[in-house]
């Protein structure tokens, strides 16, 4: 991240290229960069995120989309407003796989 808490370049380039199975690893890393943690939230196997308007977590965002994989397995809805939720219960199965 930058001196103004943005993530770099290479770190938004990490998460679209991250490897789908380690999914748990990457929503970490995600986790770990994310403004306003209290707009990220997990109960079970739904997790909930919200951007707060802030332009990095849209570019985290961004990166999660552009992660095909993730994307593809998580992806449960978007809000108007910068809302998303995912359903992390595929993510359980790659764990035991």
Not at 26 to 53: A, H, K, M, P
């Amino acid at each position: 991240m930058d001196e103004d808490n943005y993530p770099e370049e290479s770190e938004l380039k990490q998460i679209a290229e991250w490897p789908w199975r380690d999914i748990p690893a990457l929503l970490e890393f995600v986790r770990e960069r994310w403004c306003y943690q209290n707009f990220w939230t997990q109960q079970d196997d739904l997790l909930r995120i919200s951007t707060g308007g802030w332009s990095g977590n849209e570019s985290l965002v961004a990166a999660m989309q552009k992660n095909r994989a993730f994307w593809s397995m998580c992806w449960g809805s978007s809000h108007r407003g910068g809302h998303y939720e995912f359903d992390l219960s595929r993510v359980k199965s790659l764990e035991k796989a």
